[in-house]
């Protein structure tokens, strides 16, 4: 599967993930995992090698007292873990890693963002949006560039960790990059992960340039223009909640009008005054945004 099925439930896991993280706990994550943390060569002892993998996990959520011990079975999907009250949690990973030893860093990823996102006791509603969750906060805390270039596509197979498309791992993988200040294309080994990283790249820096930001091209510029100039000329409370179909914006009240955008870092939702260049600061991520209302 590629493209962004999912995009929605991901923009709404990074805004949970502010909203129970906080800004100031976001930015603990500012260095990503690096592959010298999950190496892993032929040559090292399996179980060693994956218990050391497996405390720097732990290490890097700042999860101290949570003892993780791995095992490998047959089983259908890659990993499995068993979330209980701690301080020791089980996780099972598929047999097949036993030969696929640079993947193993991205299972566990996965598997010990779910422990750290069940002691925060932050969850969604159902199996695939939970899922699409934990890959969401592997990825902006710092772990799932991992998952991403365990991506893989020739002629005859294929391989994709997680339930996040490549490209949607690409969009958080950007978002987390334009943060930080952090380049993560030189730690990719996958070529295929690479240009899914780009794509989706490509997405999240159109996040940055929507209306009514400054940043946003002419074209959605005259359309935000229109849109405004419909609801003012209505001049009664049918102009509230006025939202133009297929935009991020909305425009609500009526003295003074107001319009609402997502934050394009977090996707809280913002609202300012309709009365010209007005900047704007995200009270959940702190982004000061520059905007032509």
């Known amino acids: 599967m590629h493209g962004?099925?999912?995009?929605?439930?991901?923009?709404a896991s990074i805004n949970a993930i502010y909203k129970r993280l906080s800004y100031d706990t976001v930015r603990t994550f500012a260095t990503s995992v690096l592959p010298a943390d999950?190496?892993?060569?032929?040559?090292?002892?399996?179980?060693?090698?994956?218990?050391?993998?497996?405390?720097?996990?732990?290490?890097?959520?700042?999860?101290?007292?949570?003892?993780?011990?791995?095992?490998?079975?047959?089983?259908?999907h890659a990993a499995n873990v068993e979330l209980a009250a701690g301080p020791e949690y089980f996780i099972e990973l598929n047999s097949r890693f036993k030969t696929h030893r640079q993947d193993i860093g991205a299972a566990l990823a996965h598997e010990v963002m779910h422990v750290y996102l069940h002691r925060l006791d932050l969850s969604f509603q159902g199996t695939r949006d939970n899922e699409i969750l934990t890959d969401t906060a592997t990825t902006y805390l710092g772990a799932g560039w991992l998952l991403l270039d365990a991506f893989r596509e020739?002629?005859?197979?294929?391989?994709?960790l997680g339930y996040l498309t490549p490209e949607e791992f690409g969009y958080v993988l950007a978002k987390r990059a334009m943060v930080f200040g952090e380049d993560p294309s030189p730690w990719f080994t996958s070529p295929q992960a690479y240009t899914a990283y780009?794509?989706?790249r490509a997405l999240a820096?159109?996040?940055?340039?929507?209306?009514?930001?400054?940043?946003?091209?002419?074209?959605?510029?005259?359309?935000?223009?229109r849109d405004r100039r419909s609801v003012q000329d209505r001049r009664g409370?049918?102009?509230?909640?006025?939202?133009?179909?297929?935009?991020?914006?909305?425009?609500?009240?009526?003295?003074?009008?107001?319009?609402?955008?997502?934050?394009?870092?977090?996707?809280?939702?913002i609202r300012v005054p309709v009365q010209g260049r007005v900047r704007a600061r995200c009270s959940l991520c702190r982004t000061v945004l520059d905007c032509d209302t």
């Open 4 to 11: 962004y099925p999912h995009i929605e439930t991901v923009r």
């Open 38 to 76: 999950v190496a892993f060569a032929d040559a090292d002892d399996l179980y060693l090698g994956v218990q050391r993998v497996a405390r720097a996990m732990v290490q890097h959520l700042h999860l101290p007292d949570a003892r993780i011990i791995v095992s490998f079975r047959d089983m259908h």
């Open 154 to 160: 020739d002629a005859v197979s294929s391989q994709k």
């Open 198 to 200: 780009t794509t989706g």
């Open 205 to 225: 820096r159109r996040d940055e340039q929507q209306p009514p930001l400054t940043a946003s091209g002419w074209a959605g510029r005259r359309r935000y223009a």
């Open 237 to 269: 409370p049918g102009a509230a909640g006025a939202a133009p179909d297929g935009v991020a914006y909305a425009f609500e009240g009526h003295a003074p009008l107001r319009v609402t955008f997502p934050c394009p870092t977090c996707h809280q939702r």
